[in-house]
């Protein structure tokens, strides 16, 4: 019974060592990055895109199927959106830094594999 229930701690223990190993390694950016990226998002990007949507044109939310259909699933081209604008979309550049713009591009990656 008592050795039962050690294997049981053992096994546990070593399931919540894989899935953190997994998320570190399938994962570049760290968990202060992502936090940082939600106050970002919160504080610039939810109006139009809460809940990873978007309120302008429906069909290219942050969703992870719209992100790789029109080839926004990395965070170079997020910034690169960020920074930029396009069409109804303005730019951040000067009112993000470059912390600030990799942390929400990396916030965004991270919400869209979540499912948002």
């Not at 969703?63 to 930029?84: C, F, N, P, W």
Request: some cysteine.
């Amino acid at each position: 019974m008592k050795g039962e229930h050690i294997l049981k701690k053992l096994i546990s223990a070593a399931l919540v060592f894989a899935a953190l190993a997994l998320f570190s390694w399938g994962s570049s950016a760290s968990a202060g990055e992502i936090e940082h990226g939600a106050q970002i998002f919160s504080a610039n990007c939810a109006a139009c895109h809460a809940g990873g949507g978007n309120v302008v044109n429906a069909a290219k939310t942050l969703r992870k199927d719209a992100l790789e259909k029109y080839g926004m699933d990395s965070i170079e081209e997020i910034v690169y959106q960020v920074t930029h604008g396009k069409n109804a979309m303005p730019s951040f550049r000067g009112r993000l830094n470059e912390e600030d713009l990799q942390d929400v591009a990396a916030y965004v990656l991270y919400k869209a594999e979540a499912g948002w």
